[in-house]
């Protein structure tokens, strides 16, 4: 896939260099995105660890994703999501270690919503003091929360396209597709094996992106 992504962009660039304007995101961006091989994107576990989960006019959205970083000195500043719905109130759930000091558990306060320890959940990455080199790799749960509900024609069981976006300490962006189950009916989650993402966490959290 990465090599993939790559030649397309060498091509795109050929293409201009023989004389035809065609626009390129990388390079034409107002801010310039960040280069498709600067980051490996991918989700990880298996469908049911990547969920848009119902809450009765809000959703929580829970995405497994595994980062591999290709470029020097790289900080995040900001993690986005972009689902197929205009949403208007989103937030990213805040490090517990920030909101009291004391809990290390990321909660969306619902009471049929799962819980997750801290060293499950990759929001507290999104800190540009913290720089990674070139091969780092981040691994765990990206947790969101919108005040928009699952638009209808999304049933139970469906899955949901959408983009996750990356942004760096300079304000470029790296966006990725992903896809989400639709869980409606306060499904809890199904509980996995020990060694999953999913397994019982400890207690608490709330962020803004």
């Known amino acids: 896939m990465k090599d993939k992504t790559y030649d397309?962009?060498?091509v795109a660039r050929r293409i201009r260099a023989a004389g035809r304007p065609i626009f390129i995101a990388e390079d034409d961006a107002e801010v310039r995105g960040i280069p498709c091989d600067g980051l490996r994107v991918r989700q990880t576990g298996g469908v049911m660890e990547s969920q848009a989960i119902d809450c009765s006019g809000s959703t929580a959205f829970i995405l497994s994703l595994s980062i591999t970083i290709n470029l020097p000195k790289f900080g995040i500043s900001a993690f986005g999501l972009k689902p197929p719905w205009e949403s208007k109130f989103f937030y990213w759930l805040e490090d517990p270690l920030v909101i009291d000091g004391n809990s290390r558990s990321y909660r969306f306060g619902g009471r049929d919503l799962?819980?997750?320890d801290r060293g499950q959940v990759i929001n507290h990455c999104a800190d540009v003091r913290h720089v990674f080199s070139s091969g780092?790799?981040?691994k765990g749960l990206l947790l969101g929360f919108g005040f928009d509900s699952i638009p209808d024609e999304f049933?139970?069981?469906?899955m949901i396209p959408a983009f996750v976006i990356i942004y760096d300490q300079?304000?470029?962006e790296h966006r990725s597709p992903v896809e989400l189950q639709a869980v409606r009916n306060h499904t809890r989650p199904r509980v996995l094996r020990k060694?999953?993402?999913l397994d019982r966490p400890d207690s608490i959290a709330g962020r803004k992106a």
């Open 195 to 197: 060694s999953s993402l």
């Open 8 to 10: 397309s962009l060498a």
């Open 114 to 116: 799962p819980e997750f």
């Open 170 to 172: 300079f304000g470029r």
């Open 155 to 158: 049933r139970h069981g469906m």
């Open 136 to 138: 780092a790799s981040l």
